[in-house]
């Protein structure tokens, strides 16, 4: 039960009775960095390394890629980054666009633009790599919980590491349900004497573990969805499933601090770094949520959970800790334009495929969701939309951002919706209609280009990048377009077949690219063009 200990000499948040005994936690020591040092999994981040400033390095990319992310996708990604960034100087020479197309794929983008400017602070205040939980938590970027991993692993501070897998062993050990449905949670976790002894609580523990300066995060923990639970913060209710707020906000926060007080009692003085992992790497393979191996587990002696399954036939091991609230996912459609343009208005079937040709591809702001990514120009959509009014929203989005009217400014040469898909986010289902718009800019506009940039018949063939440049800087009106892209901090950049295919481009926008190629392929498989005959196409008319 959360509380002060009566008649303690320090005060805690866990009642005298659920904190872990002298002998269970030495021999639960002993227990787990056997079975570690005979069942670790042999990962790249874990090679031995004699410059501890790097093995540092290694453990920040290993634990912030591993976030969200399971272990086989991270290991390529971990390999490619090392070759390209070896150490932490090498990292704060690059670009955030480098960082970004290396990271592609792998979700969650802030991750890495955090990774990026943590290691730019560091260098710019002396390249000496933090060494402390304290010091590290004020590297932009490093939580909580990587500080913890870097400080123990690295550098053998004995702190606790409380992640997921973590928080699922000890809720277990120590049969912690924490569902915020159930009655007896709420009476052991949320029912305080008062605020001020969670307060004091915390700063003591915090004095004692080194977790944090700050009160921890209440995104999620022990498995709840604390965001919807707090959804009616700020509104005229004040209460929560029937509880005060104020007393969910210091329940949650009680809940924490109790697991990480139980966390910090198991840390071994001596290896701090190998316990931490091995906890960790029990929580991955063996306590897994739905199907944990009991018999192979190296402390399932001291397992609350387990004893009561085997007293009780009602209770699973999987009832600890209890599921959380699932987040409603929000819906969002999307209608997205592969803009491709091309130097000759009247071209054989098989040109379009095989053709110079550029790709425009429009940047993200640098905050929200894919934060600074290319992807191809898009608008989002109320809902479901048809193709018309999907067009006309695409053909303002091109009018509006590039003074480009698809009517006046360039001849389509093919227009065609070439699928839809789903692409789900953490908390978005996001649906996208994708065509593909091919155009030739008119001769309007490239006779006012600079004469720098005049395209002539010898070279037919240059990149028509120069084109669409010169194109989007020159023509009438250009200049206020121009301005207000600045305004808008809209960037843009044209790219050729190959560039797409060797930048680092998110899955959703690589997909929407490979729908285009395959309905090109499918296309002049079925429609191929007679030999040595310029053929006019027929088009959708906007």
């Given at each position: ?9 320090k005060?805690?948040?866990v ?8 002998t269970?936690?030495e021999e639960?020591?002993v227990?787990l960095?056997g ?5 670790r ?26 976030q ?6 991270v290991?390529d990604?971990?390999n490619?980054w090392i070759?390209?960034?070896p150490t ?6 690059a670009?955030i666009?480098e960082?970004n197309?290396?990271w ?22 002396g390249?000496?790599f933090?060494?402390t939980?304290t010091?590290?938590?004020?590297v932009?970027g ?12 690295a550098?053998?501070e004995?702190?606790?590491?409380v992640?997921g897998?973590?928080?699922r ?9 924490a ?6 949670t ?6 305080v ?11 003591e523990i915090s ?7 700050e009160l921890?995060?209440l995104?999620k ?11 009616s913060?700020?509104?005229e209710?004040k ?5 005060d ?6 329940g ?6 109790c697991?990480?007080?139980?966390a910090?009692q198991?840390v071994?003085p001596?290896e701090?770094?190998?316990f ?6 029990l929580?991955?393979?063996?306590c897994?949520?739905t199907n944990?191996?009991c ?7 001291h397992?609350r959970?387990l ?10 091991v999987t009832?600890?800790p209890?599921?959380g ?6 819906h ?6 592969v803009?491709e343009?091309v130097?000759?208005e009247?071209?054989?079937d098989?040109d379009?495929?095989?053709?110079d040709?550029e ?11 894919l ?5 191809f ?13 999907r067009r006309?929203m ?11 009217d698809i009517?006046k400014s ?12 789903v ?7 996001l649906?996208?209609y994708a ?11 490239i006779?006012?280009?600079p004469?720098h940039f005049?395209i ?5 063939t240059i ?8 194109w ?7 200049k206020?377009v ?8 809209l960037?843009?950049?044209?790219v050729?077949k190959?560039g797409?295919t ?9 997909k ?7 309905f090109?392929?499918q ?8 030999s040595g005959?310029?053929?006019k196409r027929s088009?959708?008319?906007?």
């Amino acid at each position: 039960m959360v509380g002060r200990v009566r008649g303690a000499a320090k005060e805690s948040l866990v009642d005298m009775e659920d904190l872990f005994t002298k002998t269970q936690i030495e021999e639960m020591r002993v227990s787990l960095l056997g079975w570690y040092g005979l069942n670790r999994r042999d990962l790249p981040w874990r090679l031995a390394e004699d410059d501890i400033e790097k093995r540092a390095y290694r453990v920040w990319v290993s634990e912030v890629m591993l976030q969200q992310t399971r272990v086989q996708t991270v290991i390529d990604y971990f390999n490619r980054w090392i070759l390209k960034w070896p150490t932490l100087h090498h990292l704060s020479q690059a670009s955030i666009e480098e960082v970004n197309e290396m990271w592609a794929g792998l979700g969650y983008y802030r991750r890495a633009r955090f990774l990026l400017e943590g290691a730019k602070m560091i260098v710019e205040e002396g390249g000496v790599f933090p060494k402390t939980v304290t010091s590290l938590r004020k590297v932009r970027g490093i939580g909580e919980y990587t500080a913890g991993a870097i400080a123990s692993i690295a550098f053998k501070e004995v702190v606790p590491v409380v992640d997921g897998n973590v928080v699922r062993v000890i809720a277990r050990l120590k049969a912690i349900s924490a569902n915020p449905k159930d009655s007896l949670t709420v009476k052991r976790f949320w029912e305080v004497d008062s605020k001020a002894i969670i307060f004091d609580s915390v700063v003591e523990i915090s004095k004692e573990v080194n977790f944090l300066n700050e009160l921890p995060s209440l995104m999620k923990f022990c498995e709840l969805h604390v965001v919807e639970m707090f959804a009616s913060c700020g509104q005229e209710t004040k209460t929560v499933f029937g509880i005060d707020i104020d007393s969910i906000w210091f329940g949650v926060l009680a809940v924490k601090c109790c697991l990480l007080e139980l966390a910090a009692q198991l840390v071994d003085p001596f290896e701090p770094g190998d316990f931490n992992q091995g906890l960790m790497e029990l929580g991955a393979t063996v306590c897994t949520p739905t199907n944990p191996s009991c018999s192979s587990c190296p402390v399932s002696d001291h397992c609350r959970a387990l004893s009561n399954s085997r007293s009780d036939s009602s209770l699973l091991v999987t009832d600890y800790p209890m599921k959380g609230i699932k987040i409603k996912q929000r819906h969002d459609f999307s209608a997205v334009c592969v803009l491709e343009i091309v130097q000759d208005e009247d071209m054989l079937d098989s040109d379009i495929h095989l053709s110079d040709s550029e790709f425009i591809l429009v940047k993200r702001p640098d905050e929200g969701l894919l934060a600074g990514l290319w992807e191809f120009p898009s608008v989002l959509l109320e809902g479901e939309a048809n193709l018309v009014t999907r067009r006309k929203m695409i053909n303002q989005y091109l009018r509006n951002n590039f003074g480009l009217d698809i009517r006046k400014s360039c001849k389509v040469v093919l227009r065609e919706h070439v699928g839809e898909f789903v692409h789900i986010f953490s908390h978005i289902r996001l649906k996208i209609y994708a065509e593909l718009l091919v155009v030739h800019l008119k001769g309007l506009y490239i006779c006012s280009l600079p004469s720098h940039f005049q395209i002539s018949q010898e070279k037919a063939t240059i990149a028509a990048v120069h084109m669409v440049e010169a194109w989007l800087s020159s023509f009438s009106g250009m200049k206020d377009v121009l301005r207000k892209q600045e305004r808008e901090a809209l960037h843009w950049k044209s790219v050729d077949k190959n560039g797409i295919t060797n930048m680092g481009l998110t899955s959703s926008v690589r997909k929407v690219y490979t729908m285009v190629q395959k309905f090109k392929k499918q296309k002049f498989a079925t429609n191929p063009a007679p030999s040595g005959k310029r053929i006019k196409r027929s088009i959708q008319r906007n």
